[in-house]
């Protein structure tokens, strides 16, 4: 107990610290997801078939492809990709990115593909009447999307997507071979500084099981929510 | 693209492919027994046995399959009890360590999977059996387990891709499995992209490999 003091003699701040960046991350990366799910979905619903190949070759490589693979891609190649499109505009200095920024990309990539196969799902078991009922309506793709489908969709999608969280919190823990300091970065160098891997190890199991377990009873109230009517 | 490099790392690679392999297989094998054992605990009536089969699998599906490694393999070292003990010539090897983690892991996964396939094994299936004079071992050995296995077949093969991509988590304990060889090249040649694309085929292949293969299994064994 004595290591989880806070202050100078103990690591009890720098995990709670590293508690608050792991979710910021997760957060992020899930924002970033939902961002992609919003591109690909309707590629993978639409009906050219080129545009649906575009939208299945995404979800299929990232779903096949570990995350740390996806991750040392980002981590190896973000700051060059980044570098080679800033030398197009005549800037040929160094460029660093942040941890940050490439593990809640990676991330986000990783859970944007999980997302749109929740949205997909969700769309194409909403009732085809509803749409054709919103056409004889006269109402606008717009407001059909919006009024119509995204309130009977979030109800549909939110099992699912706490699912999709679940898998995100955890993947983050993979950013720490970025050298982004959240729980796992932590826990391995407190482990390191006092030789009680046993410890600091479990701890973060611990923390990890407080963040699905909390974030379980929030999305669950979520899911009261918008199944009220139902 | 440097397709020289592609081509160089290709073989590279390919070898590197036999530990993941290797490290799937042997997890996989072991985790059904893990799983079917937790699955029937969880059937218990007894509420004590009930809760410590739900504890492990909430446990093991709650935190990263990172952690769970770095626990076993930097964490138990650590107990000098277990080290003077035969266990430590497995524990000091991370090839085990890893196959000891990832069949924890997917244990608890499988025994989830199992324990919902048996609970929407339909009651008169049970009770025709009994009716027939049927023994109870019998009836569960013969009629709830198969039963069993042909309706969590979808999903156990979702969990089969799970697992194959988390064995490149074995990368972490210095193993030099297909993610860990990739990262290496990466590393030393600067070239994520081409290196992904082979290492990521590779995946991508097996993924489809063994998508195919449920996919012909659940034919094969289907009621109709």
Known sequence: ???????????????????????????????????FALIFTPLKLSKYKSLNLIGNFYTTVIRGVPELLVIYLFFFGGSGAIMYVASIFGYYEYIEINAFITGSIAIGIISGAYSTEVFRGAIQSIDKGQFEAAKVLGIGKFTQFYKIVLPQMLRLAIPNLSNVWQITLKDTSLISVTGLVEIMRQSYIAAGSTRDPLFFYSFAAVLYLLLTYLSMKLINRLEVKYSRGY | MDLDLMITSFPKLLGATVITLKLLSASLIFGIFVGLFFAILRLNKNKLINRFAYGYSYVFRGTPLLVQIFIIYFGLGQIEYLRS?????????????????????TGAYTSEILRSAFQTIKPGIIEAGKSLGISNKIIFYKIQIPIAIRQSLPAYGNEIILMMKGTSLASTVTLMDLTGVAKYIISTTFKPIEVFIVAGGIYLFMTFLIHNLIKYLEKKYSFQ
């Open chain 2, 85 to 105: 003990t035969f266990l430590w010539v497995i524990l000091k090897e991370p090839y085990w360590c890893a196959i000891i983690a990832f069949t924890l892991n």
């Open chain 1, 1 to 35: 107990m004595e290591l989880l003091v806070f202050g100078k003699t103990g690591w009890g701040d720098e995990l709670f610290y590293a508690t608050l960046m792991t979710i910021a991350v997760s957060i992020t990366a899930m924002l970033v997801g939902f961002f």
